[in-house]
């Protein structure tokens, strides 16, 4: 088991920035790939962005070149740097951990989720 918890949430003006985070307890932090996904109201979770076990990252087309995503697996934790920040990127921001052994993009293939975090950007 591993407990997912996301802080840095918030509401921001267009074209601002704001840093997520995180942090992981339980088991070794380090063998999962790790994910974030946001979810509109209305609409389904989407893939935001993974990093891999090697540090391998993939990102939706829709925050190419805008979000960053790291993790620090001596602190247990997975940052989303999100810069250039648009009314669309409005939702509820969930990090979620994948212990198998290959990655996917599908909310399905993840098995801990975190409670989500608001992040809310103002036209």
């Known amino acids: 088991q591993v407990q997912l918890v996301e802080s840095g949430g918030g509401l921001v003006q267009a074209g601002g920035s704001l840093r997520l985070s995180c942090a992981a307890s339980?088991?070794?932090?380090?063998?999962?790939?790790m994910g974030w996904f946001r979810q509109a109201p209305g609409k389904e979770r989407e893939f935001v962005a993974r990093i891999r076990i090697s540090s391998t990252t993939y990102y939706a087309d829709a925050v190419k070149g805008r979000f960053t995503i790291s993790r620090v697996n001596a602190e247990n934790t997975v940052y989303l740097q999100m810069n250039r920040l648009k009314p669309e990127d409005t939702a509820v921001y969930y990090c979620?951990?994948?212990?198998?052994?290959?990655?996917?993009?599908?909310?399905?293939?993840?098995?801990?989720w975190g409670q989500g975090t608001q992040v809310t950007v103002s036209s």
């Open positions: 979620a951990a994948d212990e198998g052994p290959i990655p996917g993009i599908t909310p399905g293939r993840y098995d801990y």
């Open positions: 339980g088991r070794a932090f380090s063998r999962y790939t």
